[in-house]
């Protein structure tokens, strides 16, 4: 799965990035190296305009963890972090999506875990680790979102919607295989076009769109046990941890 990860970058360089053609100023979220799920994150789609019907690529905020238009309440998006590449389609809770609702989740790396085993003076714990593209570019997370409405307010009230979406994840491989089974997919920026056009409804079209970030050119690194405890933030959860003659 893909349970945590980064996405430093600011607003307007991902406008840059992405080829956005509509943002709203007002609408900020701050750096976070360690997002985790139900935080809103940073996220690409394309959309026609209310007024115009005129297809734009929006940057927007969206919480992570998809919420189904069905769904009786919103709880249930904690549980539906990740949507697996290989039911994607087929799934109840994501093939609507995955057929008009898809989007990108701009991203600098994603965390993983080891189970380290106790030792003399030390209890066992989890050890996190950083993987990212070996050159630091950006990555564009494959990612689903859906609309759902909170129908005990008034339609017209902007409260009432909730923008959720989802990570699509496939088997491991290189550097993320040896760390933890499962890994996000992403979408190479030749592919951008055909990723976010919600006309494009063909599943195997679109499956055959994902593929691995950066081309499977990732590496691995164990960084700061501060990341376990998603209250911790900041650029400094990439260090190293301390050797044993540090600790």
Not at 58 to 65: K, N, P, Q, S
Not at 207 to 235: I, Y
Request: proline residues 10%; hydrophobic residues 40%.
């Amino acid at each position: 799965m893909c349970g945590r990860y980064a996405s430093s970058r600011k607003p307007e360089d991902l406008v840059e990035l992405f080829e956005v053609t509509r943002w709203n100023p007002t609408e900020t979220l701050a750096p976070s190296w360690n997002v985790a799920p139900t935080d809103d994150v940073w996220a690409v789609l394309e959309r026609p305009d209310r007024e115009t019907g005129e297809l734009g690529r929006e940057l927007r905020a969206l919480r992570w963890g998809l919420v189904p238009s069905w769904a009786k309440d919103p709880s249930v998006g904690s549980r539906m972090i990740n949507a697996r590449v290989e039911t994607v389609h087929e799934k109840p809770a994501f093939r609507r999506a995955f057929t008009k609702r898809r989007c990108l989740l701009p991203a600098d790396g994603f965390y993983e875990w080891t189970a380290e085993p106790a030792a003399e003076g030390r209890k066992a714990y989890k050890q996190p680790w950083y993987i990212a593209p070996e050159d630091s570019a950006p990555m564009a997370l494959a990612g689903l979102y859906e609309w759902w409405r909170d129908k005990t307010r008034d339609e017209d009230d902007p409260l009432a919607w909730w923008a959720t979406c989802t990570i699509i994840t496939t088997e491991a491989t290189d550097a993320a295989g040896r760390v933890h089974p499962r890994m996000p997919l992403a979408i190479e920026r030749p592919d951008f076009e055909a990723w976010l056009d919600p006309s494009h409804q063909d599943p195997h079209e679109l499956r055959a769109l994902l593929t691995e970030p950066a081309a499977g050119h990732l590496a691995a690194r164990q960084v700061s046990l501060a990341v376990n405890n998603v209250r911790n933030n900041g650029p400094e959860l990439l260090d190293p941890p301390p050797t044993p003659a540090d600790a």
